[in-house]
């Protein structure tokens, strides 16, 4: 059995900042992308941002570009997304997953954690 622990979340204010941090305890391929997607209740999970295992590349929703980083430290088999001028919109439970390639859908991602809430209040 493999898990993925997501961790960071908090609540906080409106143009603060927040590091999340992604564990997976399976083995990640140079082949494989992880990415961060959030939800929000009653909302579908939508792309935040993904980095390929392999190289720097990086990929960004646009609602997310230009204030959140994502990144990684392959030692550890971890993932962080710094979040920056957060917004109350930014508000949702933040996931990581693990996919065979670059993607914005989340069905094609596995190995799901529990999530970490992230709340901004304005």
């Known amino acids: 059995q493999v898990d993925m622990v997501e961790f960071g979340g908090g609540l906080v204010q409106a143009g603060d900042s927040l590091r999340l941090s992604c564990v997976y305890s399976g083995r990640i391929f140079s082949s494989h992308v992880m990415g961060w997607f959030r939800q929000a209740p009653g909302k579908e999970r939508e792309f935040v941002a993904a980095?390929?295992?392999?190289?720097?590349?990086?990929y960004y929703s646009d609602s997310v570009k230009g204030r959140f980083t994502i990144s990684k430290e392959k030692a550890k088999n971890t993932v962080f997304l710094q979040m920056n001028s957060l917004k109350p919109e930014d508000t949702a439970i933040y996931y990581c997953?693990?996919?065979?390639?670059?993607?914005?859908?989340?069905?094609?991602?596995?190995?799901w954690g529990q999530g970490t809430q992230v709340t901004v209040s304005s």
């Open positions: 997953g693990k996919a065979n390639g670059y993607d914005t859908d989340p069905r094609s991602y596995r190995d």
């Open positions: 980095t390929r295992w392999s190289d720097s590349r990086t």
